[in-house]
């Protein structure tokens, strides 16, 4: 039977930190793509209605969300 260590103070700190850390990691890793794109990504798939260049931006972020998920898990 699990016991309940995964509710030690230490250990929700050290989740929510290392969440927090992904999701820094990952935000400063889609800003940087943003800036090397030649376009506005946000206009491209909201106001022009670009549903290729949303699959390819849907892809990026769950490569890089994959990405930094191994790299925090270890």
């Given at each position: ?60 972020c ?13």
């Open positions: 039977m699990m016991g309940l260590d995964w509710l030690k103070p230490a250990a929700v700190f050290g989740s929510l930190l290392y969440a927090l850390l992904g999701v820094v990691v990952f935000w400063v890793c889609f800003v940087i793509i943003d800036k090397l794109t030649p376009y506005n990504l946000w206009a491209e798939i909201v106001e022009k209605k670009n549903v290729a260049l949303a699959i390819v931006v849907g892809s990026m769950i490569a890089i969300g994959l990405i930094v998920s191994a790299a925090v898990h270890g």
